[in-house]
């Protein structure tokens, strides 16, 4: 995958324009969670996504979905990261 093919599916998803991202070697940011769904795509550099236990390396050309409310950390790697994000409203949560 590329931007160009990034931004179409993303567009196809109904996910807003991609946005471009830098972040600088072994950038961290804390336990944290998005109200709305989330795409990552990377295009140099490395993306780690960490959930509880498990850890998601994106490295270029790919792409990784964070869903709503779900706690995770961010991180890049040795040689930071350029990535795009898009951003899709999520559905409102119902009560039982």
């Known amino acids: 995958m590329d931007a160009r093919a990034f931004a179409e599916y993303a567009a196809a ?6 946005e471009a991202r ?41 792409m990784l979905h964070v869903a709503p409310r779900t706690p995770h950390t961010d991180a890049s790697g040795p040689d930071g990261a350029a990535y795009l994000i898009a951003w899709r409203a999520a559905a409102p949560e119902t009560s039982s």
């Open 22 to 62: 830098t972040l600088p070697a072994n950038h961290l940011f804390g336990a944290h969670s998005h109200i709305d769904d989330l795409l990552i795509f990377v295009e140099s550099g490395a993306y780690i996504v960490g959930y509880d236990d498990t850890q998601e390396l994106i490295e270029p050309g790919q």
């Open 13 to 18: 998803e109904a996910y807003g324009k991609p």
